[in-house]
């Protein structure tokens, strides 16, 4: 049996207070174009956050009302809200992506589903034993405790073969995760650069996400990097085109030529 993959949106506690939902509800029928909102990021969790038009309905608002069931009419009112807002995009012709979406996307294969409820499960039954031994046990103060735990420290450093215990700078730092196409697309149109996102994306796979010799710690560095170059060469390219005329090696003429060319002038009328 294929390994399936669930998917979910994981919405922000400040959803509702974003200007642009409070925007949208205080429209007439607002409610039900934030409903329209919600079932649009649903349907593309399993592209990432982006939705493509497949041609099957005259246009990309009739495809999404039906595909969600929702009017035709509130779906055209409510996706030219999110164009004139930003919270859709359209990346490629007929592709599209909702960065907000991007961000709140979430998703774990099958197994992983059933190690997670597995290790759930263990964690419940063994949180039930320390509670019941805590019921027959004489309860002791938190100082207590803490005094023993720290003993137990103490004990564990001494021990030439323990493992030095990781600080809370190395628990805090996070390992680099290569963005999708989509998040940096959603990122350099934030920024109205100018950056191929595709080609920036293709080029840091061929090369594993390194910098020189460094392995990537910041990929939105990265592209705000090309974004420095790639104004630094159309400023150059502009400046050239400007120049190209006066470009020149100048000449100095003296008298006795100048007077010769008038001369010549001259003759030939």
């Not at 294929?2 to 400040?14: C, E, G, V």
Request: charge should be negative; hydrophobic fraction near 30%; glycine fraction near 4%.
């Amino acid at each position: 049996m294929a390994n399936k993959k669930y998917y979910w949106l994981k919405l922000k506690n400040d959803f509702f207070r974003l200007k642009e939902i409070k925007k949208l509800r205080k429209v007439a029928g607002g409610d039900t174009f934030v409903i329209i909102y919600l079932k649009m990021m649903l349907l593309s969790l399993q592209h990432d956050g982006g939705l493509i038009y497949e041609g099957t309905e005259e246009n990309f608002a009739e495809q999404i009302a039906l595909e969600i069931d929702e009017d035709i009419e509130n779906v055209h009112l409510t996706i030219a809200f999110m164009v004139k807002n930003k919270l859709i995009f359209e990346t490629k012709t007929d592709e599209y992506v909702l960065p907000y979406a991007v961000n709140c996307v979430g998703s774990e294969t099958q197994s992983a589903q059933r190690m997670r409820r597995l290790r759930n499960k263990e964690t419940a039954s063994h949180c039930n034993a320390i509670l019941s031994h805590c019921d027959t046990d004489v309860q002791k103060s938190d100082i207590e405790i803490e005094k023993e735990i720290e003993k137990e420290i103490e004990l564990e450093s001494s021990c030439g073969d323990t493992a030095p215990q990781p600080t809370t700078t190395q628990l805090k730092k996070k390992t680099f995760t290569p963005p999708t196409l989509q998040e940096v697309q959603v990122y350099c149109l934030e920024r109205q650069n100018h950056v191929d996102a595709e080609r920036f994306v293709d080029y840091y796979t061929a090369n594993g996400w390194k910098v020189g010799k460094n392995s990537m710690k910041d990929w939105k560095a990265a592209v705000r990097t090309w974004e420095r170059k790639d104004k630094a060469d159309t400023t150059a390219n502009t400046s050239q085109k400007q120049n190209r005329f006066i470009n020149y090696t100048q000449r100095d003429w003296n008298y006795e030529e100048l007077e010769r060319l008038e001369q010549e002038r001259q003759n030939e009328w």
